[in-house]
């Protein structure tokens, strides 16, 4: 089975071919431009998907040997995310499935996060915890099949990907923010400021606008009248990011004292973060639990992972009619809460 998956949630065009066994292609077209404005300008990722769809869907075909023809299945993004950027991806994976007589599978993008863990070698054993980090979204999930979900978490406020761009902005790093913390907070103290980890109501919800606001009261404190030092900035940089991470951690713990678990998976953009994945991998570690992380290629938005999620709910015989806005996968907002 050839699977052609496409990916168009925010500023990433992606297409993908994949089989039940491997990763034939996977191209990701990023939108680098939106960094000028400080973050994305949705029509004009609306407007680029539309220029990068087809040259990259004859490039994918093309790297992994593949003839339109030939592909069996089509799945594209449907939410969340933007809607203009959806809608260019959803509505050209339904035109080419109805050209081709092919069936299509929406999919849920969170889901396509969630269950990136499986395009690696060493897959995640079912029931397994997952934290889901991204610009969008922050989740704490017991994965207990490959349709059965339960939320233990979610934030209250800012995702944290989310608070690394607004810190990095705060600082005068620019977007987008996740890369340019890590590689500042390298080289900075993460002991010098004393940042704090959010709580919430609910001990396994995430809350980073109080960490967010603390760092802006440190540097309102210090009162530069020009640019911020650029050693502060490493400082700041460090103490935010183990502030961000200790929060994942810390309810990742408590998780496994709680639940059965066969294995842990850290997905989503944030998961391409050095602290983050090393910190995961140590209570993996501890608890001896196998712990499986996407390679870089499929920790940020990608059209691979919209392609298995969209095989699995295929080959359990979803099916999608093309005039129904209704799609198969759980939505967001539904998965089950204990």
Do not use: W
């Not at 000028?36 to 990068?52: D, M, N, T």
């Not at 993460?190 to 995430?206: L, Q, T």
């Amino acid at each position: 089975m050839n699977v052609l998956g496409i990916e168009s949630s925010c500023d990433e065009t992606s297409i993908s071919i994949l089989t039940e066994k491997e990763v034939k292609s996977n191209l990701i077209a990023s939108q680098h431009f939106h960094s000028e404005f400080g973050g994305v300008i949705p029509e004009l990722s609306s407007r680029a998907h539309l220029q990068q769809i087809i040259p990259l869907i004859k490039q994918t075909l093309k790297e992994s040997n593949t003839e339109l023809g030939e592909v069996d299945l089509i799945t594209a993004t449907a939410g969340p995310g933007l809607i203009g950027a959806l809608i260019v991806g959803l509505t050209f994976g339904k035109s080419l499935s109805l050209s081709l007589n092919k069936p299509f599978i929406p999919v849920n993008h969170i889901e396509g996060h969630i269950f990136s863990g499986f395009l690696m070698e060493e897959k995640p054993d079912y029931p397994f915890l997952c934290a889901v980090v991204s610009g969008g979204h922050t989740l704490l999930l017991v994965v207990k099949s490959k349709f059965e979900i339960i939320k233990l978490g979610t934030t209250i406020d800012d995702a944290i990907g989310e608070a690394f761009d607004k810190v990095s902005k705060m600082i005068g790093l620019g977007y987008p923010g996740g890369p340019l913390i890590q590689q500042y907070a390298q080289d900075g103290d993460s002991e010098y400021f004393k940042f704090p980890i959010g709580k919430s109501k609910n001990k396994y919800d995430f809350s980073y606008s109080g960490l967010k606001t603390a760092v802006l009261r440190e540097i309102q404190k210090m009162n530069f009248k020009d640019e911020i030092p650029h050693e502060i900035k490493k400082n700041i940089a460090a103490s935010f990011q183990k502030a961000a991470v200790e929060a994942i951690t810390k309810r990742v713990r408590l998780a496994l004292s709680e639940y059965k678990i066969n294995s842990i998976s850290l997905v989503g953009g944030v998961a391409a973060n050095n602290l983050l994945r090393d910190e995961i991998k140590k209570i993996g570690e501890e608890h001896n639990k196998n712990v499986i992380i996407p390679d870089i290629e499929y920790c940020g938005d990608n059209a691979a992972m919209i392609a298995y999620r969209g095989m699995q709910y295929h080959l359990a015989g979803k099916k999608f009619e093309l005039n129904s806005n209704a799609y198969p996968s759980l939505p967001f907002n539904t998965f089950v809460e204990e």
